[in-house]
């Protein structure tokens, strides 16, 4: 008998164990896990995805992927090898209009993904030393320029520019380096330019311009005005004076919207709330972006150029924005609107 009440109370303690194990795992599961395409570890789209992940762990499981950028996300969300990622609007634009150009199936006719955010402007930045002759685009002529990764969004914003200066790539000696490495070649007299599309402050440009004088090439307003007739995602930044040391004067350029997208196969429930935290911590993400402040729930859905994913549709509907919800191809610009 008193054997039988042992065995009896060590199956009761074994069976609480385990519903205790299974309580301890389910509550510690934040839903599922999210693979969120970003670029490198030392460009904006890391840090920011990180500063995501620290809000929302109770909501999804985050996994914070480095990638080229921009173009390299949006072939890997179409590609199933993400599920989230950080992408610029013009990218975005191309996806739009032919995803197939970014999936393994040439064929595609939609996207996989859709929009949950404008998150800040990228600015377009034309980096020298305080000593070159370069002063404009047109100066870039048989010089030694970094345009980017292969697979970046900078690459595409540095081609375009090029272009409307009547200059190609045939006419730069150009190189693909990220964005940390361009910075040191530019100390080591290997470059004499580099693009970086990203926001400013950029950590690796405020490192080179502590040990380094450089500058940044400025627009002029007719060079910004026939930018953005031709590319209407583009949009007009000013750089304040100090924005990097030793940059007395203000900078003027042209920048994109980074935007969040997300696959559509996540929940609806999910990307209302992940939507819902994103505008809650907005002033906290944007902090170090020089820019721009915190969004509100009209910024975060203005020039998103494709449709928004219906969980984040309904976190805006809740505060009177209407977007278009879906993500397939076709749908032109997408713009929110006020409810009246």
Known sequence: MKKRRILSRIKALFALCMAFLFCLSACTEAGETIKIGTGRESGSYYAYANNIKSFTSDIVNLEVETTAGSASNVRLLQNGFLKAAI??????????TEPGVFSD?????????????????????????????????????????????????????????LDLYGLAFEDVEISNLSFEESAQALKNDEIDAFFCTAGAPM??????????????????????????????????????????????????????????????????????????????HSAELNANIITDDGLTATEATENVLIAFHPGAADCYKSLGISVEEGGKKGHGFVFGSQDE
């Open 105 to 161: 199936d040439k064929t595609a006719d939609e996207l996989n993904f859709s929009a949950v955010a404008g998150l800040y402007t990228e600015s377009v930045q034309i980096v020298v030393k305080k000593d070159s002759d370069i002063y404009s685009v047109d100066d870039l002529k048989n010089k030694r320029v970094c345009v980017g990764e292969t697979e970046s969004g900078t690459i595409l914003n540095a081609k375009q520019i």
């Open 203 to 280: 950590k690796a440009i405020s490192d080179l311009a502590k040990e380094e004088d450089i500058r940044i090439i400025s627009f002029s307003d007719k060079d910004i005005e026939y930018i953005l007739k031709n590319y209407p995602y583009y949009r007009i930044v000013t750089l304040p004076a100090g924005t990097y040391d030793g940059i007395d004067e203000e900078v003027h350029s042209v920048g994109l919207q980074a935007v969040l997208v997300v696959s559509n196969k996540i929940s609806r429930s999910d990307v209302k709330e992940l939507t819902e935290r994103i505008l809650t």
């Open 87 to 96: 992408v610029q609007n013009d990218i975005l634009y191309s996806a739009m």
